[in-house]
């Protein structure tokens, strides 16, 4: 749904479907050149998994690459998600043009 708004707003979006690693997920971005990575995790591991992503993509030198999430996230933890690199969480119910304009201000669409 996200995927697919953010499409019709006219961004290039690499859907690398559902149970990636932090490794495959990464691993994708290089290859792909992203300028953000929008994760979804609805299972309660998002405190192990969004900071390996934006860890792994220290690694990589990708520190230009904006990384953000939602999915069933208490907002207790996610003062601990940004510290820990992940630039904006969404909760359930965030409207779709709240994140396109999110994703808007912090990366350019590609044409």
Do not use: C, W
Not at 28 to 54: C, R, T
Not at 64 to 90: A, C, E, S
């Amino acid at each position: 749904m996200i995927a697919r708004a953010l499409r019709d707003a006219g961004f290039e979006v690499i859907y690398t479907g559902l149970h990636q690693t932090p490794e495959m997920i990464v691993n994708a971005a290089v290859q792909e050149d992203v300028d953000a990575i929008g994760l979804s995790i609805l299972s309660g591991a998002h405190n192990y998994l969004f900071p390996k992503v934006v860890e792994l993509l220290r690694e990589k030198k990708m520190r230009n690459v904006v990384v953000f999430g939602g999915g069933i996230i208490p907002d207790d933890d996610i003062p601990g998600l940004r510290k820990k690199g992940v630039d904006r969480v969404f909760t359930p119910g965030t409207p779709l043009s709240e994140i396109i304009s999110y994703v808007n201000d912090k990366v350019r669409p590609r044409a």
